[in-house]
């Protein structure tokens, strides 16, 4: 498996490792399955997850490689999640909504509390991460994203938005150049999929509101 560490090409004077190239191309893939609400999206993840765990590991990126960790196992529950959800549903179809405020908030202090505790853990053991600060907001970010979107949650969109923006700038950082190029496609990926997820919500919620006007 040492190969998947070694370079593949030169890119914009950018040295491009198999690990990092193959592992987020899955990524991708993952993303738009997301996007067209596919089951398919979290077994997806959890091989990106494996391959980018490789190569985090080995750069000493201890907070993206727990990421990875994380997104593995994550992904094994929106893949029960999203299995029970179309089962539920009568046309098999996974059903999104707007989280409530509460959720938000949750979400959101969630998000607050984990940073500061993964961060502060990562600059007490300076060995753990190279940028710590940074590695927490990304590792604590998707577990947030990827909860979310486990739950159905059209926020989860807003989540990954808020990753990449602190994602792009640390991969480039750290010499995961083809990581940084996707993650601008994520970008794009990210606000099609919320329009697409946005519309369906609202489409989902049409038959409640009928219900509670009868």
């Known amino acids: 498996m040492s190969w998947l560490n070694s370079e593949a090409f030169t890119a914009f004077d950018q040295h491009i490792k198999w690990s990092d190239m193959i592992g987020n191309i899955v990524g991708l893939v993952a993303l738009a399955l997301g996007w067209r609400r596919s089951i398919w999206t979290w077994p997806a993840q959890f091989v990106s997850g494996v391959i980018l765990f490789v190569a985090f590991a080995s750069s000493h990126l201890t907070g993206s490689a727990g990421k990875q960790i994380v997104v593995m196992a994550v992904a094994a529950w929106g893949y029960w999640q999203w299995t029970r959800g179309r089962r539920q549903a009568q046309d098999g179809s996974i059903a999104v909504r707007f989280a409530t405020w509460r959720e938000r908030g949750c979400l959101l202090g969630g998000a607050v509390v984990g940073t500061l505790a993964v961060g502060g853990l990562f600059t007490l053991y ?36 808020l990753v990449d923006l602190v994602g792009v700038p640390l991969n480039f950082a750290n010499g995961f150049a083809f990581s940084g190029f996707v993650y601008v496609v994520y970008g794009a990926l990210v606000l099609w999929g919320l329009r697409d997820w946005w519309l369906r919500s609202r489409t989902s919620a049409e038959p409640t509101l009928e219900g509670a006007a009868a």
């Open 126 to 161: 300076p060995s753990l991460s190279w940028d710590p600060w940074p590695d927490a907001y990304i590792f604590v970010g998707t577990l947030v994203a990827m909860f979310a979107q486990a739950r159905g949650m059209v926020e989860f969109w807003f989540a990954w938005l």
